[in-house]
T-cell receptor, first 117, second 116 residues
């Protein structure tokens, strides 16, 4: 299966710990997006990355959150010193190409459900 | 900033019947893309259908079709011959057609229930 792979599927952390969420895009995709979904809400954009570059992080909180997409390996969304409000489902999506006029759809992973105790 | 509104928190349809889910959006752009995603209880986000704003013809994918009204900024999803497997949350999403707007902007979702 060459779909977007996210792990872990479920992650439980205590307040103050760090959470690392991983995303491997579809084969051949070099554009990765992270979204957060609170219960009973739609997905909210957090950050858009290409290999080794953050292109748009306008949706990501300024503190405690960071993201990377290294040359080798998966994209990582890192949340430091987690708080109860970070409990949510975090989705990663990837697309083949993004250029002006391109309507390449984003393909989503199954998400990581983060629970903070 | 673009906004997407789904005014129906829940909808219900009888199996084999037709249902229409509403979506409106607000944008000052002329070039953009619209999508409908389905999220079943498994939480996967599944692309159902997409529409390019420059195309006047409404997109169709098997039992799924859209009614795209650009002037009214409306993008409704019609599901024909509803099946039990169609029960899910449905999200409407907007994406800018220029390089500056890469993200998807989602509506709040509509929960579709299908009655046997």
């Amino acid at each position: 299966n060459a779909g977007v792979m996210q792990n872990p599927r479920h992650l439980v952390r205590r307040r103050g710990q760090e959470a690392r969420l991983r995303c491997s895009p579809m084969k051949g995709h070099s554009h990765v997006y992270w979204y957060r979904q609170l219960p009973e809400e739609g997905l909210k954009f957090m950050v858009y990355l290409q290999k080794e570059n953050i292109i748009d992080e306008s949706g990501m909180p300024k503190e405690r959150f960071s993201a990377e997409f290294p040359k080798e390996g998966p994209s990582i969304l890192r949340i430091q010193q987690v708080v109860r409000g970070d409990s949510a489902a975090y989705f990663c999506a990837s697309s083949l190409f993004h250029g002006q006029g391109s309507g390449q759809p984003q393909h989503f992973g199954d998400g990581t459900r983060l629970s903070i105790l | 900033a673009q906004t997407v509104t789904q005014s129906q928190p829940e909808m219900s349809v009888q199996e084999a019947e037709t249902v229409t889910l509403s979506c409106t959006y607000d944008t000052s752009e002329s070039d953009y893309y619209l999508f409908w995603y389905k999220q079943p209880p498994s939480r996967q986000m599944i692309l159902v259908i997409r529409q390019e704003a420059y195309k006047q013809q409404n997109a169709t994918e098997n039992r799924f079709s859209v009614n795209f009204q650009k002037a009214a900024k409306s993008f409704s999803l019609k599901i024909s011959d509803s099946q039990l497997g169609d029960a899910a949350m449905y999200f409407c999403a907007y994406r800018s057609g220029n390089n500056a707007g890469n993200m998807l902007t989602f509506g709040g979702g509509t929960r579709l229930m299908v009655k046997p």
